[in-house]
């Protein structure tokens, strides 16, 4: 592959020089694989992919997955538009807080892929924010704390805590679905995950879904989570990246946090997301 360049200290890098409609050859697949485990996000600009083409992207790094509770696209159950009209003014927006998609499942996604198709002028960056960093420099007391601890993570808050208050619209162009009582149950993760194939450890806890440590209520868990969470989406150890329309995205979902930004009212923004799973080791 042409060349890398790292976009922050600890997280992202940019690919140049690759053009993704062209046939990937097994070795250009592996270095992929190499540098998202490596950056954790990487950017590569000037696509412009169709939908095919993204997936065919996508399954780089694993099979796609079907996410529940969203809607897909009605011509294809894998793909999500993450939309925004210009029209919809002082509503919420898709992933706008730090999370790790549907860490509420039993088998969280290990990664997305978006692509830009039309973005703002200003605003709509997307942030992400290294785990693996945040794991790595967390104080002495809170680590102790996270090792070998679970922690129980609900799709209910994303309808309830995060839902956006009633006298404001939610994003009419994402269709969720709230309430589902197979989303509401508690499902446990280690607080603290491991790739099995690099060995690299990441905290795995996000204030959309993670709603308390195992074996603690929730007022007493939520000062400890308050101040990781205060630790672990640190300018420090994030990247912000400005859209442009070909970009394309892929980011690990267990070793980042990521955070769509809200601020560009009056202006449209579609993206296309594909969503992958692990491999199973060969
Ligand atoms: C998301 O996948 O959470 C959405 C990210 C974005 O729209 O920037």
């Known amino acids: 592959m042409s060349q890398t360049k790292r976009l922050t200290g600890f ?3 940019e690919v140049i020089g690759v053009d993704l409609k062209q046939p990937i050859t097994d070795e250009t697949a592996d270095t992929f694989r190499r540098l998202l485990s490596e950056h954790q996000v990487l950017r590569i600009r000037n696509q412009f992919l169709n939908l095919e083409e993204q997936k065919r992207f996508t399954i780089l790094f694993g099979p796609l997955m079907a996410l529940p509770y969203v809607q897909a696209l009605a011509e294809d159950d894998k793909v999500i538009a993450v939309l925004k009209e210009a029209g919809e003014i002082n509503t919420g927006v898709f992933g706008g807080e730090w999370h790790s998609d549907f860490s509420f ?3 969280p996604p290990a990664g997305s892929v978006l692509s830009a198709v039309e973005i703002p002028e200003i605003g709509g960056d997307t942030l992400w924010a290294s785990q693996v960093a945040a794991y790595q420099s967390l104080p002495k007391d809170l680590k102790e704390f996270v090792a070998g601890r679970d922690a129980i993570h609900v799709g209910a808050p994303y309808g309830v805590k995060h839902a956006p208050p ?7 162009s994402i269709q969720m679905t709230r309430g589902d009582p197979d989303a509401d149950r508690e499902i446990r993760h280690p ?3 491991t790739d099995p194939q690099t060995g690299t450890r990441s905290l795995f806890l996000n204030p959309i879904y993670t709603t308390r440590f195992e074996d603690m209520s929730e007022e007493e868990s939520s000062p400890i989570l308050q101040e990781i969470y205060k630790h672990c989406t640190r300018p420090d150890f994030s990247c912000r990246l ?4 070909g970009d394309v995205v892929v980011w690990d979902n267990r070793l980042c946090l990521h955070y769509a930004t809200n601020d560009y009212d009056g202006a449209r923004r579609l993206l296309y997301r594909t969503t992958f799973q692990r491999y199973a080791p060969a």
């Open 11 to 13: 997280i992202g890098a």
């Open 105 to 107: 499942l039993e088998n």
């Open 166 to 172: 009633a006298n404001e619209k939610a994003n009419a």
């Open 191 to 193: 607080a603290v995950i």
């Open 242 to 245: 400005h859209w442009r329309a």
